[in-house]
């Protein structure tokens, strides 16, 4: 298990801290967006955690975010995906919120941290501020709905200004149980998941198609690159740029043999 000493930014023991998937350094301050976001959000009143979040009892946490316009379903993919529940109606997230799911890879216990941010443009500066040390993205946008399709290059962009650049992402084209209203073919959100680099899923949070897989391929792909990183973990980062994803696994062991 990884060690988990020191404190986030604004004090919080990191051992209270479910945000740093970090071994601080004991008397170590380290920042810690969500932390500042909780603090922001309720004055100084953190929220309390899920029951499963204090578990600290895992070999890897990776940090997701899903991600997208209002209304692609990104709420409803995470409740399908961490409850396998789907509600109907349509309650808009306020901010962020987050939930926890533990996984087993290969016989190893990866926590996932999973935030599911409010896509409405009036959240953007509190969103953005939870990019930073997510190992992960999932991109969302509705196949029966073009402006949200339209959107995925600016959303592509905002991962590139505040995110790290070894974030993985997954472009996922949600609700592929509308087949009668579908506006976005299937080719053409493949064609732009290559053109940016992105791997590619039709899912439906609804009929429960692909979410499972969606999530479990997210985190698979960032075993690959956490290896790929381990593997050439005694050079310096070429370009100085950001972190290597192995420098923010709490693992003890080398590899995550993912
Ligand atoms: N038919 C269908 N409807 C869906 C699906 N996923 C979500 N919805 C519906 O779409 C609406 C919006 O879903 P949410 O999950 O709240 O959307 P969101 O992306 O979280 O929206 P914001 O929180 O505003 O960013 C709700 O009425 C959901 O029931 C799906 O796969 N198929
Ligand atoms: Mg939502």
Not at 155 to 172: G, P
Not at 202 to 225: G, P, T, Y
């Amino acid at each position: 298990m990884g060690t988990r000493r020191g404190a986030c930014q604004i004090g919080r023991a990191v051992d209270q801290c479910e945000h740093l998937p970090l071994a601080v350094p004991a008397n170590q301050r380290v920042s810690c967006e969500p932390c500042k976001g909780e603090e922001m959000a309720s004055a100084g009143e953190p929220r309390p955690a899920p029951p499963d979040a204090a578990d600290q009892s895992f070999d890897y946490m990776f940090k997701l975010l899903l991600i997208g316009n209002s209304s692609v379903g990104k709420t409803s993919l995470l409740f399908r995906y961490a409850e396998d529940t789907f509600t109907p109606s349509f309650v808009s997230t306020v901010g962020i919120d987050f939930k926890v799911k533990t996984v087993y890879r290969r016989a190893k216990r990866v926590k996932l941290q999973i935030w599911d941010t409010a896509g409405q443009e009036r959240y953007r500066t509190i969103t953005t501020a939870y990019y930073r040390g997510a190992m992960g993205f999932l991109l969302v946008y509705d196949v029966a709905n073009a402006e949200s399709f339209s959107a995925v290059q600016d959303w592509a962009t905002q991962i590139k200004t505040y995110s790290w650049d070894n974030a993985q992402v997954i472009l996922v084209g949600n609700k592929c149980d509308l087949e009668d209203d579908r506006v976005v073919p299937t080719e053409e959100g493949r064609r732009l998941a290559h053109e940016l680099g992105f791997e590619f899923f039709e899912a439906s949070a609804k009929d429960n198609i692909n979410v499972k897989q969606v999530f479990e391929r997210l985190v698979d792909v960032i075993c690959e690159k956490m290896n790929e990183s381990l593997d050439v973990s005694d050079a310096p980062a070429a370009d100085g740029k950001g972190a290597r994803l192995s420098e923010v696994s709490p693992a003890p062991t080398r590899s995550c043999a993912c």
